[in-house]
């Protein structure tokens, strides 16, 4: 069995007061048990450096929330690549839905964000969702294909097996979202897995996230599709991350 992926973003919250608080109460409640597990956690741009030096030898992977795909130049506004190796990053989350939606990002955008990010060294991790009106008709897998085709165009082998990919169904992430059931995680990840072997990649591990908490993490840990979790609102805090961490290394022993 290979290692299992749980990591939280945060979004636009958290100050570097905040995070630094956050990451010094996870190390105390880190739980025995969590070697199976790869843990990240992905703060806002001004707190990556307050992470990276409160993070400091523990076992806990750093991520950005985003950047652009050139190395510089006149994007107002953008983070580059290179700006964010300067603080020892491990990965990068490319295409998360908000992205998407409320700035525009389009797959040709996050294949070349994916190819730079690699570049330098960050893995990416790509975010791929269904809309409500793709589930209700029963495209879903179809639709994650998609966007993982178009973003992942052009890798060869190595490239891709440096890459995550989250599934994160659109109707199910956030306030008023509601969990996929483990039957339409399982479905949806072998589409994902089928496409990705079809790719030519090594076994890309696919995570999944869109309402995990407490009370579901360990059924969706236990499906052998599925990968890792991505976790937002329930990984808030220290405590909720460190809960979620225990729970899947208990259901995966
Ligand atoms: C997300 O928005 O990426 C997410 C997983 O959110 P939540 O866990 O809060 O549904």
Redesign the pocket.
């Known amino acids: 069995m290979g290692t299992f992926w749980i990591g939280?973003?945060w979004?636009m919250n958290k100050t570097v007061a905040e995070t630094r608080r956050y990451i010094a109460a996870l190390k105390g409640l880190w739980p025995e048990g969590a070697g199976g597990c790869t843990v990240f956690v992905i703060p806002p741009f001004t707190a990556l450096a307050a992470a990276r030096e409160a993070i400091g030898t523990m076992p806990l992977l750093l991520g950005a929330q985003n950047m652009h795909w050139a190395e510089a130049g006149a994007f107002t506004g953008e983070i580059s690549a290179t700006m964010l190796e300067e603080f020892g990053i491990d990965m990068v989350e490319l295409g998360?839905?908000?992205r998407r939606q409320m700035f525009g990002e389009t797959d040709a955008a996050l294949n070349m964000k994916v190819k730079a990010a690699l570049r330098h060294g960050l893995r990416p991790l790509l975010?791929v969702g269904d809309s409500a009106e793709e589930r209700r008709a029963g495209a879903s897998g179809e639709a994650v294909v998609r966007q993982v085709r178009l973003a992942f165009a052009g890798l060869d082998a190595g490239e891709l097996g440096r890459c995550l990919v989250?599934y994160?169904p659109i109707w199910?992430?956030?306030?008023g979202?509601v969990?996929a059931t483990p039957e339409e995680v399982r479905a949806v990840h072998a589409d994902l897995h089928v496409a990705l072997k079809e790719m030519g990649g090594p076994a890309v591990p696919v995570l999944y996230?869109?309402?995990?908490?407490a009370g579901n993490a360990a059924d969706l840990a236990a499906e052998p599709m599925v990968d890792g979790l991505?976790?937002?609102?329930?990984?808030?805090t220290p405590e909720g991350l460190a809960g979620l961490i225990a729970a899947v290394a208990a259901a995966r022993a």
Do not use: L, N, P, Q
């Open positions: 939280t973003g979004k998360h839905s908000e975010c989250a994160e199910a992430i956030g306030e979202g969990a996230g869109g309402s995990v908490s991505f976790v937002g609102r329930a990984a808030w």
